[in-house]
């Protein structure tokens, strides 16, 4: 059996008496898609350093693709978009790209037939117009943003690590981007993917690990992580045009701290958590006696926002942390 493409363990890093990774652990299985999530500052970009040799860890050991840290045969087989974007502004799109296909020992004949493919499958280069013939600042920032994630791929990486990678796209080419993620597990490829929008995680990881101040929350499979914290959470729909005389009642049955821990509004339905101990029946019986109106009332797995709120509370997410990209 072939050994994981990433195995951390026990790693930590201090700064300045600052505990930014504090005994961090977990092993990424080949050909996945695979979320390092939590809100800004959680310590995310910390580890991708670490796990690529930017810097080095204080304790603990990391192997990636099989081999001992800091082996130039692994990192040489990695892709890496760093969440500080850098292209050389006044450098032709296609020159760029020649020179960092040049820099991962990909030929010229052999680049500009790859950056041919990427430009195309991205749209820089339709019948109207070329984009690889512009100079790096006279595209639009999103456009900057796949050039950069081109030269991330054009060597056919066997892992590629993207920290925060839809940070600043407008939906369309983050859906060029996320399309993009799925073809290369099609591929068999391992993509590790650094993100605070819990949305995206959901959409694509196959497994995830949740990091909220240097810790890590939990990882695992993102559907054994929903089953493991599911059967406590319910999807209320209600008509609220429909309600009347009956809000004061139903908000008095939801902020029954022994029926509902807590309350998510989501607009078109409310996400429940149930108080410990208590019954979805139950709570179906008292809304059902205040007067409200149902239109919904389901048990669901819970939403990964909703398990982070679980496991670390309010006061580990920020504003944004489930905003769609």
């Keep these: 059996m072939a050994p994981p493409a990433l195995d951390v363990r026990s790693v930590v890093k201090r700064y300045a008496g600052h505990t930014a990774v504090r005994d961090l652990s977990l092993q990424v299985p080949r050909g996945v898609v695979y979320g390092l999530l939590g809100p800004n500052g959680a310590g995310k970009t910390t580890t991708i350093r670490m796990i690529l040799d ?63 493919e990427w430009l195309d499958r991205l749209a820089l280069r339709t019948p109207e117009k070329d984009w690889g013939e512009q100079k790096v600042d006279e595209l639009s920032r999103g456009m900057q943003q796949k050039v950069q994630f081109i030269g991330t791929l054009l060597h056919d990486p066997e892992l590629v690590v993207l920290d925060e990678p839809f940070s600043g796209l407008d939906p369309i080419n983050a859906q060029a981007l996320k399309d993009t993620v799925v073809e290369l597990r099609r591929r068999g490829k391992t993509v590790i993917f ?63 701290p022994t029926l509902v821990r807590r309350a998510d509004d989501q607009n078109r339905f409310l996400e429940l958590e149930l108080a410990p101990g208590a019954d979805s029946q139950e709570l179906l019986r008292r809304l059902v006696a205040a007067g409200a109106p149902i239109t919904r009332f389901e048990l669901v797995q819970p939403s990964l926002h909703q398990i982070f709120l679980q496991k670390v509370g309010a006061t580990g997410v920020e504003e944004g942390m489930t905003g769609h990209g």
Excluded: W
């Excluded at 050389?88 to 020159?95: S, T």
């Design 54 to 116: 930017i810097i080095r860890p204080d304790s603990g050991s990391v192997s990636l693709l099989g081999h001992a840290y800091g082996d130039r045969r692994a990192l040489d087989r990695v892709g890496y978009l760093p969440e500080e974007r850098g292209l050389y502004k006044k450098m032709q799109v296609r020159r760029v790209l020649r020179f960092l296909a040049a820099l991962k020992g990909v030929d010229e004949r052999e680049a500009d037939r790859r950056i041919d």
């Design 194 to 256: 650094s993100t605070h929008l819990m949305d995206n995680a959901e959409r694509l990881c196959d497994a995830v690990c949740i990091i909220a101040r240097g810790d890590k929350v939990l990882d695992g499979g993102v559907a054994e992580v929903k089953r493991a914290h599911g059967g406590r959470h319910v999807a209320l729909g209600l008509d609220r045009g429909a309600m009347d005389g009956a809000v004061a009642g139903i908000e008095s049955v939801l902020g029954d």
